[in-house]
């Protein structure tokens, strides 16, 4: 993994610890999450690959009706028929406008068609183009124009899909590489700064009591030197009263107690 053994230069105290430990909190919520739009993207992504590819299969059919269409017009009403329908024509009937999809939090473009002539509905001639072929081979302009209606709907639809499709396949890059970042750099770099700031606070407790004993140990040693400084005080003072009420030295009274402090041997008869 690319962040082991990596950690944060931080400063190893409580309140860092807090601060690494929130945010490994938010880097973890924050993967969870993108896995999530990740998985929803992915499974957005292979619908659309679905209808991309039926729309492609479809789209084959209609195109070679609408071709077939057009021949049958210009064999019913002759190469003449162009000229008639440029005539009667004086804008474009079939529109398309694009609009948003939100998908886990990504915007997908897509485009539907519309008619401005007639009613507004799905496949609505307009009144102008009514008599086009009315003297010859009408019928069959009608039949033609409807069939290029049709492809020109599924055209519309497989540029929204293709469009989508692109607009997916970079959304879902751009959120594999962030749970990546994640899931292999942010959080174990976190979660080794957080071990590195236990330790050295675990290390610095332990300096922490080690200091303690010593400074009780120096406490112990300093009051039995006082104990026995206090003793040898007050033996001295017992001596000089002593020797004030026989009337003699000190050497005399040091002596005189070391005598009546020994025991005498004892007499066998």
């Given at each position: ?49 679905k209808r991309i590819v039926a729309t492609k299969e479809s789209m084959g ?5 609408s071709a077939f269409a057009l021949t049958e017009a210009k064999y019913t ?193």
């Open positions: 993994m690319s962040g082991q053994g990596q950690r944060l230069n931080v400063v190893p105290t409580v309140t860092m610890l807090g601060v690494m430990k929130a945010r490994l909190v938010g880097a973890t919520r924050g993967h969870t999450l993108l896995k999530k739009k990740s998985d929803a993207l992915t499974m957005q992504f292979r619908q659309i690959l059919e209609i195109m070679k009706a009403a002759g190469e003449s028929i162009k000229y008639i329908v440029r005539e009667n024509v004086n804008s474009a009937t079939i529109r398309v406008r694009a609009k948003q999809d939100n998908v886990a939090g990504v915007k997908l473009p897509k485009f539907e068609y519309y008619s401005e002539a007639g009613n507004g509905g799905e496949g609505s001639t307009g009144r102008s183009n009514d008599l086009t072929g009315l003297a010859r081979g009408g019928q069959q302009v009608q039949l033609c124009r409807s069939a290029y209606i049709k492809a020109i709907e599924v055209l519309v639809e497989l540029a929204s899909l293709q469009t989508s499709f692109l607009t997916l396949d970079e959304a879902i890059k751009a959120t594999n590489r962030r749970v990546n970042a994640l899931e292999n750099v942010v959080k174990p770099r976190l979660e080794n700064t957080i071990s590195y700031i236990k330790g050295e606070l675990d290390e610095l407790e332990r300096e922490d009591f080690f200091r303690l004993k010593k400074i009780q140990s120096y406490k112990k040693r300093e009051l039995e030197r006082q104990m026995e400084s206090a003793k040898d005080f007050a033996d001295e003072q017992v001596l000089e009263n002593f020797a004030l009420q026989k009337g003699i030295s000190m050497g005399d009274a040091q002596n005189l107690l070391s005598m009546e402090t020994e025991k005498d041997e004892d007499i066998i008869f």
